[in-house]
């Protein structure tokens, strides 16, 4: 007997997964399209209490298919740990492609249909949900919260934002 150990995404993060923006919202001069999206890592069952907000996915992120699972990610998977938090978070960046440079970023740190996606996600993972702390890693990450914040004023009113320095 076969025993399922991943159903894979589950509502809503199944449609998310499955309607990303590709090429056409992110040009292929400032993200590496070709090594596909990478959503998140974390718990999307609705027990998470803390949402990490990071930047953009690396090398190691894209071998595992998971963010924040680098250098960056054990730094912060530190952090989480001194204050209790070992299992009850999810992570999601800023970007579901990897930047080219710094300028990649800051250039598209406020495109609209980048956004429009990226808040599709937050919506999921910070409205009427258990998480109460929002961590941003870097100034494009912070950016990123606020943007959204402004477009739901009610549910970010209840949320804590710790917003830190990238850990690299």
């Keep these: 007997m076969v025993t399922r150990f991943c159903p894979g995404y589950l509502a809503p993060f199944d449609a998310l997964a499955q309607d990303f923006p ?5 040009p292929a001069k400032d993200f ?4 596909g999206p990478i ?3 974390g718990r999307l069952d609705g ?16 071998i595992t298919r998971r963010i924040l699972v680098g250098e960056a990610g054990q730094r912060v998977q530190g952090l989480l740990a001194k204050v209790g938090i070992t299992s009850s978070y999810a992570m999601i960046n ?3 492609y990897s930047v080219y440079g710094q300028g990649g970023g800051t250039r598209h740190a406020n495109d609209p249909n980048i956004a429009a ?15 109460t702390v929002v961590v ?5 990450a ?19 934002l710790a917003a830190i320095r990238h850990p690299t």
Excluded at 32 to 35: D, G, K, N, P, S
Excluded at 136 to 140: A, D, F, K, R, W
């Design 142 to 160: 912070k950016t990123a919260y606020r943007t959204w914040a402004a477009t739901q004023p009610e549910q970010s009113q209840r949320l804590h």
């Design 94 to 96: 800023t970007f579901l």
């Design 39 to 41: 959503f998140h890592r």
């Design 47 to 62: 027990t998470a209490k803390v949402l990490v907000l990071g930047q953009d996915p690396a090398t190691h992120e894209t």
């Design 136 to 140: 941003t890693l870097g100034e494009l």
């Design 117 to 131: 996606y990226r808040h599709r996600w937050m919506d999921a993972l910070l409205s009427n949900t258990q998480v």
């Design 22 to 26: 590709t090429e056409s919202v992110y």
């Design 32 to 35: 590496r399209t070709e090594w």
